[in-house]
């Protein structure tokens, strides 16, 4: 880790302080610019000792977490991070606190003003999703054959540099077996089917739609580089099945990468030392990998995995 980036950490003052490994980091203000060079950590909030019991969620801790993220991408904003890795939040207790909130790639998608595109990216599978955190009966509607098709030549545009060719991209029906023809549904006719054409017409190398079961029934033999599911638990449940701890959340679309751990808060093992830091980890090299080509101490002449994240 110390190799690879300088860690810009956003979070609770008290909490932060009490991190060996954070505390020797210059401590900032929540409003202060950042400085050029060398590792920060940033004191969002002042949260009472209630508010910051570990595994015991409260308002106030909910409106912090927010204030994490949020305080980060202003930094971002003003050009002076090189990359986001964001740590697990908790949708409900955000909302609790009074935001209504869908997850982190709606919200940076809005902040930066960008469309954007979920990836889970896993040592044995890529998986990009066509809608993110949508309840069910609202995914066939959010389909859009011009919006698929642009996802697409965006899922290509963002793997191309990394694999030196357009990336070939398998593309899941949504209903079981892909409609049968129609007969199990009629989505992947009128939406899906026309997608991937006006795709292909535009340069994207791209294939479906594919019966998802059978489409992942083998994955050390994908027919494709990256897959693009139709909605978030077709994707999820087998990137996290086949590798938990070192699949990372990319989004692309934004002017900076930003990555996750593909897990969620785990409050019931909050403060008990039982929680690995392996999929952190992964997400951190991730953006730190993602950023070097782009990134401002790179530009300036010095070691190009040395980004600020």
Known sequence: MRRALVPVVFGDGPTLERLPSVRRFPSLEREARLPPDGPARVAVSELAAKDRAPGKPTRAGGKAQLAYVTTAVAAALRGELDALCTAPVSKEQITRAGVRFMGHTELLADAFGREVLMLMDGPRVKVALATNHLALREVPRALQKNRLAAQLQLLSASLQP????????????????????????????????????????????????????????????????????????????????????????????????????????????????????????????????????????????????????
């Open 162 to 309: 990394v694999l030196g060719r357009r990336p070939r991209i398998a593309v899941c029906g949504l209903n079981p077996h892909a409609g049968e023809g129609g007969l199990l549904g009629d989505e992947e006719v009128r939406t899906i089917a026309p997608a991937i054409a006006l795709a292909r017409r535009r340069g994207v190398d791209c294939t479906g739609p594919w019966p998802a079961d059978g489409l992942f029934a083998r994955p050390d033999r994908m027919p494709a580089d990256v897959v693009m599911a139709m909605y978030h638990d077709q994707a999820l449940v087998v990137a996290k099945a086949l590798d938990f701890d070192r699949t990372v959340n990319v989004t692309l679309g934004l002017p900076v990468p930003r990555t996750s751990p593909d897990h969620g808060v785990a409050y019931a093992l909050a403060g008990k030392g039982k929680a690995s830091a392996e999929p952190m980890i992964a997400a951190l090299l991730k953006a730190a990998q993602l950023a070097a080509p782009r990134g401002r101490l790179a530009r300036r002449g010095a070691s190009a995995t040395r980004s600020r994240a």
